[in-house]
Every structure is written in structure tokens, then in C-alpha cells.
């Protein structure tokens, strides 16, 4: 069976991006205590909007969709699932917010990884929620002639409790003994459980629960207000490469982390920009300012195309109805252009045309 040594992260060369890309999200760090403290109420509301982007681009990657009314509708708790999708939906829900709420009492253990597990499959009903694979598992690509192939086998089931069991061993050790920057060492641990893939369903989901709850214990919090699921969903053929070249000769323990640690580093900084570009736009609200002004500057700001739920994630210092209201009026004004129609509906700038 493969082992699992960390220490080699430690004596491997870095290239000059790696070593920038974590330089950046310490900085980062360094300030996310300060922006927290300025905004508590406004940050409140980008929360529950990371929790919903979330919870909705995790299951998007895997298939497993709803309407986006039905989503707002579930978490609301105004209405119940209707369907297995939607089951799973709000386990993922259920799961994200022990994560939020509970981090720093969840060790990275085997039990406490089926537990999560269980919790993520319990609505949906599934007899296999919370134990490990009882069938071996491929992970298949289909290409644009149809074609299935398989790109990789993962550890078969009777080695699987034991991977699970040294690969957290390892990761804990690495933490205590502090002989790799946890932002490395992190998404190292999400590809080498990729690849051992532990559970008959839901692995694609458990890595990126788990990537949260390993920044969050070690002092990274953007994923509470910026959604990482979706920054992932958002480059997932750039995910998927990353991790084909990853995974490259894992069995034999000549595989190389670098590719999946760069994207995932990269997913980190986009996040942490974009939360600071957030609390920047809560900060320049001075204290005559409307949400006719906060739309409009984030209209001004913008480039490209934008959506009404654009602007509500990125003004969280406003209501929905205000933020709304502004659009329909910078609309009347000829400062922005409304296409589209239904939930195709977006705006763009008048002078972009």
C-alpha cells in the first residue's frame, strides 16, 4: 500500500509562483481579522450568500441540480425537497454548517470524516452514507465521441479504512511538527484523498467540504464569506487537469503535487480578492450614501456582463429590493442596458456598446 510522508513536501523546491502565490495569502490573512471586525452586520449577509453559492456549485460540478427560486426556497426553510437531488442539495447544506459553526471541534480523523460523510448522504437515504467503499471505484472521462475511459483506479476497498487511517496520521503529524506551510500542505492532503477516494458516492463533494474545514483550523477563514465551491466550479476543466497531472504515478509514489497545489492556491487568492474588493466597496459607503449609489459604483466598476444576483452578492451592505430597485433605475437612466429576458436576464454598461 502507498505510504504517506509529508516531509517530502518540505524538501521538495518550490517554483517562484508557488512561493508568490502563498506569500500573497498570508498577507491576506494578515488583514482578514481587520476586515472583519469593521463590517460584522454586512459580512452576516455575505455568510449566507457564500453558504448558498456554495452548497449550489459544489453539486452543479457532481450533477446535482435545482432552480435557483427552489434553492433560495430551501434554505429559507420555506419549503421541503421534493426530490433526491435536492436531498443531497441540503445535506451538503447541513454539512457546510457544522463546518462553519463547529471547525475547530473536528479532528482530522477517520471517524470524524465518515461522520461528515453520513451527514452529507443522510437525506438522500443512502445505505452507504458514512462508511467507506464497499465496491472498487474508477474515476471515468468521457470524451466527445462518447467514449468511456478510465483515467484512474483508486485504492480498492479492503485498503481503503487503513489509506484514510495513515494519510490523517500524516497530515496531523506534518501540522504538529510544522515542517510545511500548511497552504501547501493542504492541497496535498485533498489530492492523495481524491485518489484514494474513499466512499462509494459523494467523494467529489467530501474533498471540497474538507479543503474548507482545513483552512478554516488553520486561520483561513475566506471561505466563511467567499464561496470556494464556486471559484472551483467556476475553472473546473482547470481543476480537472490539475488533478490529472497530480495523480500521475501516485501508486507508485512518484506523483507530483505542484500542478493541483498552484490552481488550489490560486482559487485561495481569487477568494481573498475578491472578499477584500467586497469590503471595499462596504468601507467606501460613506454615511449619506443610497444603494442607488453602492449599485452604481458597482455598476461603474464592473467589466463585462453582470446579473441582478451579481449585484446583491457583491452589495451586501444592501437588501435585495434596494438592490433591485437601484438597477430598474440606473436602467431608466440609460446608465446601464437590460438584455435578455427570465432568468437570462443581465445588464451591461451603456458605454460598452
Known amino acids: 500500500m502507498r505510504s504517506f510522508d509529508y516531509s517530502r513536501l518540505a524538501k521538495k523546491s518550490w517554483d517562484t509562483e508557488i512561493l508568490n502565490l502563498v506569500a500573497k495569502i498570508h498577507e491576506c490573512k494578515g488583514r482578514q481579522d481587520l476586515f472583519i471586525r469593521q463590517k460584522p452586520i454586512e459580512l452576516d449577509r455575505l455568510t449566507e450568500i457564500a453558504k448558498i453559492q456554495s ?25 421541503t425537497p421534493r426530490n433526491r437531488d435536492e436531498n443531497e442539495i441540503m445535506g451538503y447544506r447541513d454539512v457546510l454548517n457544522t463546518i462553519h459553526e463547529s471547525n475547530e471541534y473536528i479532528p482530522i480523523h477517520p471517524s470524524y470524516i465518515l ?5 452529507l448522504l443522510k437525506r438522500a437515504g443512502f445505505s452507504y452514507g458514512g462508511h467507506f467503499k464497499n465496491v472498487q471505484n474508477y474515476i471515468n472521462e468521457t470524451r466527445p465521441d462518447g467514449k468511456v475511459i478510465t483515467r484512474f483506479i483508486p485504492i480498492a476497498p479492503y485498503e481503503t479504512p487503513e489509506a484514510v487511517e495513515n494519510l490523517c496520521a500524516a497530515y496531523e503529524q506534518a501540522i504538529a511538527n ?40 488553520n486561520g483561513y477563514n475566506v471561505g466563511k464569506y467567499i464561496s470556494i465551491e464556486k471559484q472551483i466550479e467556476k475553472t473546473k476543466d482547470l481543476y480537472y487537469d490539475a488533478l490529472e497531472e497530480a495523480d500521475a504515478g501516485w501508486h507508485e509514489e512518484e ?27 462596504m468601507s467606501e459607503r460613506g454615511p449619506g450614501s443610497t444603494a442607488y449609489d453602492i449599485v452604481k459604483k458597482y455598476a461603474e466598476e464592473v467589466i463585462g456582463k453582470f446579473t441582478s444576483a451579481d449585484v446583491v452578492a457583491h452589495c451586501p451592505s444592501i437588501g435585495r429590493s434596494s438592490a433591485l430597485a437601484a438597477l430598474k433605475k440606473l436602467t431608466e437612466e440609460g446608465l446601464i442596458i437590460r438584455k435578455g429576458s427570465g432568468r437570462s436576464t443581465f445588464y451591461v454598461k451603456a458605454d460598452s456598446e
Open 178 to 217: 510544522e515542517i510545511i506551510d500548511s497552504l501547501i500542505l493542504i492541497p496535498a492532503f485533498i489530492c492523495d484523498f481524491l485518489c484514494i477516494h474513499p466512499f462509494n458516492d459523494g467523494n467529489g463533494r467530501m474533498s471540497r467540504l474538507l479543503t474548507l474545514l482545513l483552512l478554516y483550523k
Open 255 to 281: 506523483n507530483d503535487p505542484t500542478s493541483f497545489v498552484r490552481y488550489m492556491l490560486q482559487v485561495i487568492l481569487a477568494c481573498y480578492t475578491e472578499f477584500e474588493e467586497r469590503v471595499g466597496l
Open 115 to 119: 461522520q461528515l460523510h453520513r451527514d
Open 55 to 79: 452548497t449550489e456549485a459544489s453539486n452543479k460540478i457532481e450533477g446535482i441540480v435545482t432552480t435557483n427560486t427552489r434553492m433560495k426556497q430551501l434554505f429559507e426553510e420555506k419549503t
